[in-house]
């Protein structure tokens, strides 16, 4: 018996190298392991909980699902874009909103901290719902084990609250799913502000590595990372926290701690160089199959209608079982 496993990606900004080793290398792992059955969804209609741009939501769509191509997702796992399975996906979402409260969906960290920042009159319906429908993917699948980061993990007990309270009220039909934290994964901060996360907005990008950097561009930016005056090389975050950061991604490219990853080097310049290698080896290959794949839209789209089928005929056997538990009449 395999594990069904499911998570999704929101696509929501350009994919830089922290999304890529703590989102994406978790998730290819998961996908790597046979006795998983993986399905990955690329979560547009999340992407419109927030003030968002249409053009851009289709490219980031894109970009987010031939990227997990180009980064040698298993074929056997099930890709698919959340919007092509909306029929099923809402309409369960519907269903299990009419099990949560109002209480409880308002007391979301997530919902709070967002509408605080917006102001009630700009914060959109769909961000105080968007956890039913996150609840409704994941148990649409019939989905054993979820893996989440810190800020979806809330989102994970509320679902599984409303799968048991389901059951509970109307007869089984959900699986109750486990969240999974996937192994400690490395934080990587700014290169130029490394105290702060990479990839927060607001950052003008100099200190961000975008997994579509050209070799150029990469050795650039590793050049220009903050460091200090100590010429020696020790892995110290609170006190140098320059040195520590590309220790820390060194470590995540090649597969070791960061102390690991400065035996053998003298000095930041040759750090800032083999951090560039690291990068340029490793994001080479994929830059050179997404780019393949965009080159080729048709291959690419097939792939996501495959996804879709097998994504769409999953979740209707669960939404026609919830719908009849809940009490809808059944014409067909
Ligand atoms: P975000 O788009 O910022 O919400 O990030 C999506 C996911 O990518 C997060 O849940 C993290 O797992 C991962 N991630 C983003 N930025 C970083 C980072 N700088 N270091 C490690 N993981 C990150
Ligand atoms: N809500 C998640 C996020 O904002 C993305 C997501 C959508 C998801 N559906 C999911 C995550 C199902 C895990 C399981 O990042």
New binding site residues.
């Given amino acids: 018996m395999t594990t069904r496993v499911f998570t999704g990606l ?1 696509p ?2 350009q994919l ?1 190298v ?2 890529y ?3 994406i290398r978790p998730l290819l792992d998961l996908a790597a392991d046979p006795d998983n059955d993986v399905l990955v969804c690329v979560a547009d209609l999340h992407a419109l909980t927030v003030e968002h741009n249409p053009s851009q939501l289709r490219e980031l769509t894109l970009e987010m699902a031939a990227t997990l191509v180009a980064c040698e997702l298993n074929p056997r796992a099930t890709l698919f874009i959340q919007s092509s399975v909306a029929a099923e996906h809402t309409e369960l979402s519907y269903l299990l909103e009419s099990t949560a409260t109002y209480g409880e969906m308002s007391r979301m960290v997530q919902f709070k901290e967002k509408a605080k920042a917006q102001g009630a009159g700009s914060t959109r319906l769909s961000l105080l719902t968007y956890p039913a429908l996150m609840a409704a993917d994941i148990l649409a699948h019939q989905t054993e084990v979820v893996p989440v ?1 810190d ?1 979806q993990r809330q989102h994970l007990e509320l679902t599984t609250t409303l799968a048991r309270r389901f059951n509970t009220r109307y007869g089984h039909v959900f699986t109750v799913p486990q969240g999974v934290t996937p192994a400690e ?5 700014d290169l130029r502000e490394p105290t702060t ?3 927060k907005t607001g950052s003008d990008g100099a200190g961000v590595i975008f997994l579509r950097d050209n070799p150029d561009d990469i050795a650039a930016k590793v050049r220009r990372a903050v460091t200090d005056s100590d010429t020696s090389l020790h892995y110290d975050p609170s006190s140098r926290p320059g040195v520590s950061n590309l220790a820390t991604l060194l470590g995540a490219l090649t597969g070791m701690t960061p102390e690991q990853a400065l035996v053998g080097l003298t000095g930041s310049g040759q750090l800032k160089q083999a951090v560039t290698v690291a990068l340029v080896d490793t994001l080479g290959p994929i830059q050179k199959r997404y780019q393949d794949l965009r080159a080729d839209p048709g291959h690419l789209r097939d792939l996501l209608i495959a996804g879709r089928d097998f994504a769409s005929a999953s979740a209707a056997t669960t939404v026609a079982a919830a719908r009849e538990a809940i009490g809808l009449l059944d014409l067909a």
């Fill in positions: 929101k929501t900004g830089q922290g999304n080793l703590g989102a980061g800020d994964t490395a934080r990587i901060k996360k990479m990839g």
